[in-house]
């Protein structure tokens, strides 16, 4: 949980670099939540309430996977490729389980050393 709160406290932050499992703790905890409010929204009938919690989270996902990108030394821009359909969803995700840069690259110092 400490870690998709981490994520959350730098909603809208765009620069710097996020660690392998800053990212995929927020990915596993942001799936959970949207799994439990689906089958809440299958079973009352409040559909809005999980379109709601997609929306609210949207720019916090796009916030972590640039700086998890900015993390293997890539730009942000990579995010694009995600709307060729299939290919680019699976080139994204192996990006984003790529190892991180150790040293510091053009988009901020490792984040271990950071933190």
Do not use: Q
């Amino acid at each position: 949980m400490e870690w998709y709160l981490k994520v959350l406290r730098n909603y809208a932050t765009f620069s710097g670099r996020a660690h392998r499992r800053e990212y995929w703790m927020f990915f596993l905890i942001n799936f959970c939540i949207s799994l439990a409010l689906n089958i809440v929204a299958e079973a009352t009938g409040l559909v809005l309430l999980s379109i709601v919690y997609s929306l609210a989270v949207l720019l916090a996902t796009l916030a972590v996977t640039s700086r998890r990108l900015h993390d293997t030394g890539r730009s942000a821009w990579w995010l694009l490729i995600a709307f060729i359909p299939i290919i680019g969803m699976i080139t994204l995700l192996v990006l984003c389980a790529l190892e991180g840069e150790p040293e510091s690259n053009p988009y901020g110092p490792a984040p271990l050393s950071v933190s």
